[in-house]
C-alpha cells in the first residue's frame, strides 16, 4: 500500500513538472511577449527597461525557474494580495 502511495505521489510531481513546462512554453508560443505587454508607440529604451524589469532578458531556462518558484498573488488565498479588480 505504501509503495502504491508513494507511486502516485511521484506519478502527480511527475504531471506537474510536465504541465509547468506546457504552459510556460504557451507563453511564449504565441510571440514575443514585450509585443503584448508594450505600447506599440514606445520607443526602444523603454522596451528595454520593461524587458529588463521583468526578467525576460534572461536565458529561458532561468526564466523558467522563476515562473515556476514565485507565487501568484491571486493564488494565496490573501484577498489584499490580489491583483484582481474587487467590487464594492
Do not use: K, W
Not at 39 to 66: C, K, V
Amino acid at each position: 500500500m505504501l509503495s502504491h502511495i508513494v507511486h502516485r505521489v511521484l506519478q502527480s510531481f511527475g504531471v506537474l513538472a510536465v504541465m509547468s513546462l506546457l504552459v510556460f512554453a504557451g507563453v511564449y508560443a504565441v510571440g514575443n511577449p514585450m509585443d503584448i505587454l508594450v505600447n506599440p508607440q514606445s520607443d526602444q529604451n523603454e522596451i528595454a527597461r520593461a524587458t529588463a524589469a521583468l526578467g525576460l532578458d534572461r536565458p529561458l531556462f532561468e526564466q523558467y525557474f522563476i515562473f515556476i518558484g514565485t507565487p501568484r498573488p491571486e493564488t494565496s488565498g490573501d484577498p489584499s494580495l490580489s491583483t484582481c479588480p474587487r467590487s464594492a
